[in-house]
């Protein structure tokens, strides 16, 4: 008799773990002062920076103008707002990355390459993604988490190839992992100097992971 699985099991990465908060927020009015950090700390990291937050503990509690007891109600520090902006941000992009798959057509393969360079380019453009994960200002807990979410996605590209059995019969969620990886450190290598992503790069990461799968693609 095959051993039932858990509940936990079939949770994805965001419904397992959490991000920085202590506690979550109940009430109407303690939800409100969680977003008013937030929100604050997204605007600052822009202004000025992950290293100005992290080094000074009153800037964000001045700048999002609450008590200090409903600050640290919640947080335990600054780099923990960080942390759950950053989880913030990967669960949500782990939904809009899986509407971004379903609306491909469907008839080539090599349409879930174009997904997958065209989303990581949109995404860094975003702000916050450049400062935090182009200039690598993400605590050990952000880290875990992002290897998380590269996890779960790499699973998501592979049912997308997997629609095109049995061409990809031998395609394996390690192979798309391995593939994430490559482009998360293409699209930073693409951002460092450029807010929009110097294109050469993002055409030759388009161009590797078309030649990637490709190998794996089989008779």
Same mark, same amino acid.
């Given at each position: 008799m095959p051993r039932s699985r858990s509940r936990t099991a079939d949770l994805v990465w965001h419904e397992r773990v959490d991000g920085g908060l202590r506690k979550q927020p109940v009430q109407e009015r303690s939800r409100a002062v969680v977003e008013q950090i937030l929100e604050t700390a997204a605007g600052l990291v822009e202004d000025v920076g992950f290293e100005a937050i992290v080094g000074s503990p009153t800037l964000l509690l001045e700048?999002?103008?609450v008590s200090r007891g409903?600050?640290?109600?919640?947080f335990e520090s600054p780099e923990h707002v960080l942390d759950e902006l950053c989880y913030r941000q990967m669960k949500n992009s782990t939904e809009t990355f899986q509407q971004a798959l379903d609306a491909r057509r469907g008839r080539r393969w090599n349409e879930v390459v174009d997904v997958l360079v065209d989303y990581y380019a949109d995404e860094h453009r975003t702000p916050l993604? $450049?400062?935090?994960?182009?200039r690598q200002n993400l605590t050990q807990r952000v880290r875990t988490l992002d290897e998380l979410c590269i996890e779960d996605w790499a699973g998501r590209v592979?049912?997308?190839f997997? $629609?095109?059995a049995p061409k990809f019969d031998g395609l394996t969620r390690l192979h798309c992992s391995v593939a994430l990886h490559a482009l998360e450190r293409l699209a930073q290598y693409a951002f460092t100097d450029d807010e929009d992503g110097d294109p050469t790069v993002l055409a030759q990461a388009r161009l590797m992971l078309t030649q990637f799968f490709a190998a794996h693609a089989g008779k």
């Open positions: 700048k999002a103008g409903s600050f640290y109600t919640f993604v $450049r400062e935090l994960w182009v592979l049912a997308q997997q $629609r095109h």
